[in-house]
């Protein structure tokens, strides 16, 4: 279970006592406010608190640039070019607090984001749950034999249900070996800072993750990313629902211009251009590495 039944109790607390205020909502945030979203197995997110909304990036777009933005008739076509001509002050006019439970190894992974302010569950000072992350059958699979970070075919019949029972009696046992080195029944038994080392990096852990907007853009663009890591990209498009609904505008024009658009290398542009004039042009003319082109091919052709 995502929750616990106190954190249920919490948030259909909060829910049932809205609250006037004269500060700006964003009414498709409102209602995903303290809502638990699953994510993997047993992980969420969750937004705890939320500043800002659309209105929030023009009005400090128009504050700074001024007469500046006068050439602009409208909400969405400011935003569209701020976000087109990389203007990111604006958009960090915006922050969002994400409460995550998440696998240890996919929060090893989310911290290389350092432009957040995190604070996590400390098994230093408490005890964690016997809860671990266990792939579902299709995301088992071998290492990619052409990405050195990915991964490659599904294991299948014998050899996926070998490393399911790997994954599962591994982590119990661990956490066996977590308790009774805790030793709760009375005895002195091992201190939490030291026990929790023994454990997994599939064992679930819990945060507070504040962000601003700007800085949330980058973050899913990379973690949104079909060439991200499966479980990480699920809780990347878990929040993507999230901001789509708590600032569209904005949201529409990180989708077109950096999720589904594509950056090109000086070389890809003259390869485009003597291709468009009629140039037959392969990977010996091409000045590219192998990589370079074979990236360039699954986009282009």
Known sequence: ???????????EAARAEPRPT??????????HLYRAHQVLDHGLVRVVDYMGDDAAIVQAARVSYGRGTKSV???????????????????????????????????RQWIRHRTANVNEYS???????REFYIPAPDQLAAQSTVNNQGRGAVLEGAEAARVLDLLR??????????????????????????????????????????????NLFH???LRADAHAQYEIRAYAEAMCAIVRDW????????EDYRLDSVALSGKAVAVLKRRLAGEA???????MSKREWREFEEVWG
């Open 219 to 221: 973050f899913l663009r």
């Open 247 to 254: 600032v569209p505008l904005a949201y529409a024009a990180f």
């Open 22 to 31: 004269l500060r700006a909502v964003s009414e498709g945030m409102e209602a």
């Open 281 to 287: 042009v392969g990977f010996e003319t091409s000045g």
């Open 123 to 129: 098994a230093r000072y408490s005890i964690l749950d």
């Open 169 to 214: 009696e591994d982590a119990m046992r661990s956490y066996d070996h977590y308790e009774a080195m805790l030793n709760t029944e009375g005895q002195q038994g091992l201190a939490r800072e030291l026990a929790r080392m023994n454990l997994p990096a599939n064992i679930y852990t819990q945060w507070y993750w504040k962000i601003d907007l700007h």
């Open 73 to 107: 008739s409208n909400d969405e076509g400011l935003i569209r070019y701020l976000m087109r001509h990389w203007h990111s002050t604006p958009f960090e006019m915006c922050e969002v607090k994400f409460h995550v439970k998440l696998p240890v190894f996919v929060a």
């Open 1 to 11: 279970m995502p929750l616990t039944p106190d954190q249920i109790a919490e948030i």
